[in-house]
C-alpha cells in the first residue's frame, strides 16, 4: 500500500483543500494521473499520482482542509492485492459516493448541495467554462464517467463550438435581463438585500445581529462560488479584520511618460515582441522608492515589524471571475524591458489558468494597474501580510495650473495607497509617494534596457 499526501504546492503553503477528488476508489491509477484538485491560496493545481496501482481509499473528503504532508488516500501499487475499496470518508456523501469496482462509473456529481443532480466541474473547467461563456451541456465528455476536462473544453472552443454557445447564451441573458426588469420586483440580489435590511432596522430588535437569509426569486441567477472565489472573499475579509486600512491619494503629472511612451511603443513592440505599457514604469518608479523608504517593503508579525529584504511585486490580474496576484520576484533587479516580459508572461498565464502556486508567493508589496478598468480612485484591500497596496489609475488629459501660474492640457493620474497602519504611518507614506510621483514625473527619456 501507498499513502498519497496532500503535496506542499508552493514555499510559503502550509495547507491546501481538496476542491474535486479527480479519481475515485477502485479506478485504476498510472503514474502521474491526476488524482485531485487542491485549491491553495488563490491557486487551484492537480495532484498527480506517483504511484501506479488502484485507488483504494480516500481519506480526505472534497472540501475539507488538511495540513501539508497529511495522508490524503491509500493507493494499491501495482502487484499487490487490492482490497475492496472502502467508501470514501466524505462525512456527508450519501449513498451516491459507495465504491465502485470498476473504472466506468456514476456521474462526478456527488457532494453537491441537497437536491442538485447537475454534474461538477473542476475550478479550471469553470473558469474556461465561463470565460468563454460555454455551455457545458454542448461539450463531450472524455474523463473518468464523462467528466469534462480542460482539454474538452479547449478542443470544443477551438472548433467554433463556443460561437454558437455564445450566441445561445446570449439569447437567454436578454430573455432573463427582460425578466427581472419588472418595477414590482428588485431587480437585484443587491437591491432587494437592501430592501430587507431596511425592514430589519425597522422591526423590533433582534436579540442576535443574524444575517439576512436572502432567498433567490424567480428569474435570479445564483453562480455556486468557486474554491478560488471562495478564498478571495476569505483573504479580503482576514485582511480588513486583521489590518487597519488608511488611505491616502497623491495626483502625478504623466504627460514625459506618455510622451515617451507614444514616440517608444511601436518600435518596441517590433523589436521585443511584447507591449509597452505603463505599468512595467510604474512598478520601476515602485520598486526605487521602496529603496529609499524600506519600511514600505515589510509586514506586521507577533508585534514586530519585519522589513523584507527582497523586493517582489504582487500585480492584479483579473479575470471574469476571479483576481489572481502573481508575483514578479526580485522587481529590482530588473529593467523596463525585464518587468515588460515578466508582465506579460505573468498576465497570459493568469488568463489561461497555468499559474503555479509558487507564482503566486512571496510578494512583499503590490502594484494595483485599476486604471486600465478606467478607474481615476479607488481604496485598494492590502495584500496580506504585506503592509501596503499602490493603484494606479487612469491617466486622463485635464487643463493644470502649472508652476507659472499659466495652464496647460497634462496627462495626470491619482495613485491611491492603502497602508496598514499597525506599521506605517501618513509622513513616511508620504514620502513615500512623493518619490514615486518624482520618478515618474521626471521620466523624460527613462532606459528601456
Not at 426569486?217 to 480588513?240: P, Y
Not at 533587479?333 to 503566486?360: V, Y
Not at 495613485?415 to 506605517?424: F, K, N
Request: glycine content about 6%.
Amino acid at each position: 500500500m501507498a499513502t498519497l499526501k496532500m503535496p506542499q504546492l508552493g514555499e510559503s503553503v502550509t495547507e491546501g483543500t481538496i476542491a474535486k477528488w479527480l479519481k475515485q476508489p477502485g479506478d485504476i491509477i498510472n503514474k502521474y494521473d491526476p488524482l485531485a484538485e487542491v485549491i491553495t491560496d488563490k491557486v487551484n493545481a492537480e495532484v498527480p499520482s506517483e504511484f501506479v496501482g488502484t485507488l483504494t481509499e480516500i481519506l480526505v473528503p472534497e472540501g475539507a482542509t488538511v495540513a501539508v504532508g497529511t495522508p490524503i488516500a491509500i493507493i494499491t501499487e501495482a502487484g499487490e492485492v487490492a482490497a475492496p475499496a472502502p467508501v470514501a470518508a466524505a462525512p456527508s456523501a450519501p449513498a451516491a459516493a459507495a465504491p465502485t469496482p470498476t473504472a466506468a462509473a456514476t456521474p462526478v456529481a456527488a457532494s453537491t448541495p441537497a437536491g442538485a443532480d447537475r454534474p461538477r466541474y473542476s475550478p479550471a473547467v469553470m473558469r474556461l467554462i465561463q470565460e468563454h461563456n460555454v455551455d457545458p451541456n454542448l461539450i463531450a465528455g472524455t474523463g473518468t464517467g464523462g467528466r469534462i476536462t480542460r482539454k474538452d473544453v479547449l478542443t470544443f472552443i477551438e472548433q467554433g463550438g463556443a460561437a454558437a454557445a455564445q450566441a445561445a447564451t446570449l439569447t437567454k441573458t436578454q430573455e432573463d435581463l427582460a425578466s427581472v426588469a419588472a418595477p414590482t420586483q428588485p431587480a437585484t440580489g443587491l437591491t432587494e438585500l437592501g430592501a430587507q435590511g431596511v425592514q430589519a432596522a425597522a422591526a423590533p430588535a433582534p436579540t442576535a445581529p443574524s444575517a439576512p437569509a436572502y432567498q433567490a426569486a424567480d428569474g435570479d441567477t445564483v453562480i455556486e462560488a468557486t474554491g478560488i472565489r471562495k478564498t478571495i472573499a476569505r483573504r479580503m475579509v482576514e485582511s480588513k479584520h486583521n489590518a487597519p486600512h488608511a488611505w491616502t491619494m497623491m495626483e502625478v503629472d504623466m504627460t514625459n511618460l506618455v510622451r515617451f511612451r507614444d514616440r517608444s511603443k511601436e518600435a518596441f513592440k517590433k523589436k521585443e515582441g511584447v507591449n509597452l505599457t505603463f505599468l512595467p514604469f510604474m512598478i520601476k518608479a515602485v520598486v526605487d522608492a521602496i529603496k529609499q523608504y524600506p519600511i514600505i517593503n515589510s509586514t506586521w508579525q507577533d508585534d514586530k515589524i519585519i522589513i523584507k529584504k527582497d523586493i517582489n511585486i504582487s500585480i492584479a490580474v483579473a479575470t471574469d471571475d476571479a483576481l489572481f496576484v502573481p508575483v514578479i520576484k526580485n522587481a529590482d533587479r530588473l529593467s523596463i524591458l525585464g518587468l515588460s516580459h515578466a508582465i506579460n508572461d505573468l498576465a497570459k498565464r493568469a488568463r489561461a489558468g497555468k499559474l503555479s502556486p509558487n507564482d503566486m508567493s512571496g510578494g512583499t508589496f503590490t502594484v494595483n494597474n485599476t486604471g486600465a478598468f478606467g478607474s481615476v480612485q479607488s481604496m485598494p484591500i492590502i495584500n496580506a501580510p504585506q503592509a501596503a497596496i499602490l493603484s494606479m489609475e487612469s491617466i486622463i488629459k485635464r487643463p493644470t495650473v502649472m508652476p507659472d501660474d499659466s495652464f496647460a492640457i497634462r496627462s495626470m493620474m491619482n495613485m491611491c495607497m492603502s497602508l496598514d497602519h499597525r506599521v506605517l504611518d501618513g509622513w513616511v507614506c508620504g514620502q513615500f509617494l512623493q518619490a514615486v510621483k518624482k520618478n515618474l514625473e521626471s521620466a523624460l527619456e527613462p532606459t528601456l534596457y
